[in-house]
Each structure stands twice: as structure tokens, then as C-alpha cells.
């Protein structure tokens, strides 16, 4: 699914089910970090007029599902917790040297985006398909088919704005890449975790 090489081990979603609360507040800052990622880009990129139309429009949508999951936490009598730091994406960042030209900070940027869609995805709906609780596993089956969408959106642009065989082979590498951080992780209540 989503070209990721490695599924995650279903049993992560028992270590989520014993800690909802926890994963819904990692979730929320998950949704805020995307609409920042959309904002940022369209900042660092403002000549790339078709990439800043869809950055608009997705920080809106980010900022929406991030209202989501705070009326969520609010509806279970809970309050936003802090942020935690986010191993998985602390690792996925070691793989893009750093420099380079500026068509090829932004294809880093654009597959980063878009791998960080995809992993959500696949734990979106394996949270959809395994969660106890309907409601919210119904809940998480909507937010996996609108990060799908990004994915493929991002790559997307990746293709578009870079040279597409080198884009092709940077953005399976990174697959690999991506394959071997998840070994370690898929045991924490978080979304990345
Ligand atoms: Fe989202
Ligand atoms: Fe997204």
C-alpha cells in the first residue's frame, strides 16, 4: 500500500487502544505540524504559484483536522497536551543531505512531505479497520482517504518540479530508508511511534 516497504505489525493498534488519550494528543500536534509544513512551504517557495494555491488550500484542511481531534480530546473531558517530539520524523530527516540546488531543497521537501502522508495513511487505516471503538475507527477512515489525497499530491509535485527518473530513484530510496526506521518503531502510542 502506498508503496511503503514495510506494514506496520497490527498489534501497535493494542498498544493505541490502552492509551487513547495519549495518541489523540500526538495526533493533533501530527495535523498542526502539517498545516505548518504547507504554510512553510509556501514561504520558502512563493514563486511555485500552483504549489502555494495547493499549500493554501491543505494548511485550511490540516488546521481543520487538527480541530478535529481538539474537539475530540475536549468531548472525552481532556485538555491539549504538550508536544512530544516525533523520533520518526527526527530520523526520516537524516536521509536528505543538506544544500544542494533550490529545486532540489524543495523535491526533498515535497517527498519528505509526502512519505510522512503516506505512513499516516497506512496507520489511519489500519487504526479504521482494528479499533474496538467504531466511532472512532470510523473517525480515522475518513482522515485516512484525505491523507491519501496528499500523498499523492505531494509526489506529485515532486515529479512535476524535479527531474523525474532522479525523483523516481531519490523517492525509492527513501522507501528503503523509511523501511528501516520503522523496524525499530510501531511500539508506542503515538502515530509515528
Ligand atoms: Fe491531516
Ligand atoms: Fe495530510
New binding site residues.
Given amino acids: 500500500m502506498l508503496g511503503l516497504k514495510l506494514p506496520t505489525d497490527p498489534r501497535w493498534v493494542n498498544i493505541v487502544e490502552k492509551n487513547i488519550d495519549e495518541i489523540l494528543t500526538d495526533h493533533a500536534y501530527c495535523?498542526q505540524k502539517?498545516a505548518s509544513t504547507a504554510i512553510s512551504l509556501i514561504v520558502s517557495f512563493p514563486e511555485y504559484t500552483e504549489l502555494v494555491e495547493e499549500m493554501i488550500a491543505l494548511s485550511r484542511e490540516?488546521m481543520g483536522?487538527f480541530k478535529m481531534v481538539h474537539d475530540l480530546i475536549l468531548q472525552r473531558g481532556k485538555t491539549l497536551g504538550r508536544d512530544r517530539k516525533d523520533e520518526y520524523v527526527i530520523e526520516l530527516l537524516k536521509f536528505f543531505p543538506k544544500g544542494g540546488s533550490r529545486t532540489t531543497q524543495l523535491v526533498h521537501r515535497l517527498l519528505y512531505a509526502a512519505l510522512i502522508e503516506a505512513r499516516s495513511c497506512e496507520r489511519f487505516r489500519l487504526l479504521s479497520e482494528e479499533l474496538e471503538d467504531k466511532k472512532l475507527a470510523d473517525f480515522y477512515y475518513k482522515?485516512m482517504v484525505?491523507?491519501a489525497g496528499h500523498y499523492t499530491m505531494f509526489l506529485k509535485f515532486a515529479r512535476k518540479y524535479g527531474q523525474l527518473e532522479e525523483v523516481n530513484t531519490k523517492w525509492n530510496n527513501l522507501l528503503e530508508y523509511e523501511a528501516q526506521i520503522m523496524k525499530d518503531l510501531g511500539t508506542k502510542e503515538s502515530i509515528h511511534g
Fill in positions: 495535523e502539517a490540516e483536522h482522515l484525505s491523507e
